[in-house]
């Protein structure tokens, strides 16, 4: 049964963003579980003209099914904003801290969360010498799905130091965030609303855990619920609730994690929260929330319930969340 009345939703998606693909895997989900529970769905593969194609629309409500810059990083969301629709996920301030590692860290690690040291570094700098001792991990400043993520070991992988000649995100990106790397284990959780659903645990079957064994099945078993110590688990959603509230994320959120369970807890690290989760058949926020006896079509709907709710917009007929 539906939880709300009839509507018209606009599911953006596609974008340019190196996320393309995924959103455009998310956004025809969401779309389909939409229309099966009897809403009438309007699919926008977002370019530029996307503010008249929503104003032309007249939707309801967006559901915004975007990934990576510029769809989750508050350009959109500030767009929509003007246009005064009702959207779904988190608003244009939370975007703009959480797609940026470095700002996430001084929301987060101020109240207690912890996070892996690290800091900006120039690619031009990397040719000259390491920023710190090696192993180190070298990423986006502000990309998700693992996109542009290098180990770089003491074995020198990509030459000592770098190359300029090897293939890596110092290539695509002017600077980078570079954190000390953190061995062993990969886990995620999410928070649907105001609640933090399970933990998971992320066993890629070779390398770690980048774009490709996110998205290719068969490449990453995931392991729901994590089979790991009750206090790790609790660390988990307490971590991944907290980062939800003090970001300001709306709707559904994800935080990864590394734990170095050779450490215990103090081995437990924040890596980013992610306030736009994919919803494709892979997706860890739809594996947890059906493990939590949340299908699909409903998750979808509580997320679109949770936006109406924040913008003064559910219908009165909406059956309480």
């Keep these: 049964m539906s939880r709300l009345p009839k509507l018209h939703v606009a599911v953006l998606m596609g974008g340019w963003a190196s996320e393309r693909p995924v959103s455009l895997m998310s956004g025809e989900g969401v779309a389909k579980a939409l229309e099966e529970r009897g809403h009438r769905v309007t699919r926008i593969d977002m370019d530029r003209e996307v503010a008249l194609r929503l104003h032309e629309s007249k939707p309801d409500v967006v559901f915004n099914a975007l990934h990576g810059v510029p769809g989750e990083d508050g350009t959109v969301q500030g767009m929509m904003d003007l246009i005064g629709v009702p959207y779904t996920h988190s608003g244009l301030a939370t975007s703009v801290i959480a797609i940026d590692k470095e700002l996430t860290k001084h929301a987060l690690v101020p109240h207690g969360i912890p996070m892996p040291g690290g800091r900006i570094v120039r690619s031009e700098e990397l040719y000259d010498g390491d920023p710190l001792a090696r192993p180190y991990v070298l990423k986006p400043v502000n990309e998700g799905s693992s996109v542009g993520v290098a180990i770089v070991t003491a074995e020198g992988n990509y030459g000592n130091p770098i190359s300029r000649d090897a293939k890596g995100p110092w290539q695509q990106f002017e600077s980078l965030m570079c954190e000390p790397y953190i061995r062993g284990r990969e886990l995620t959780a999410a928070v649907l609303g105001d609640r933090a659903l399970m933990v998971t ?3 890629p079957k070779s390398g770690f855990y980048d774009f490709d064994a996110k998205y290719t099945d068969g490449m990453t078993e995931h392991v729901c619920p994590a089979q790991i110590p009750a206090e790790i688990t609790r660390l988990c959603l307490e971590y991944a609730l907290q980062a939800h509230r003090l970001l300001g994320c709306r709707g559904c959120s994800r935080s990864d994690f590394r734990w170095d369970d050779e450490r215990g807890e103090d081995g437990l690290f924040l890596l980013e929260t992610n ?17 939590c006896g949340i299908e699909y079509g ?8 949770d936006a109406l709710h924040h913008f003064g917009k559910l219908p009165a007929t909406a059956e309480a969340g």
Excluded at 275 to 291: C, I, N
Excluded at 298 to 305: G, N, P
């Design 275 to 291: 306030t736009q989760p994919g919803m494709t058949p892979l997706s860890l926020v739809p594996e947890q929330a059906r493990h």
């Design 201 to 203: 645990e992320l066993v």
């Design 298 to 305: 409903e998750l979808v709907e509580i997320i679109i319930e």
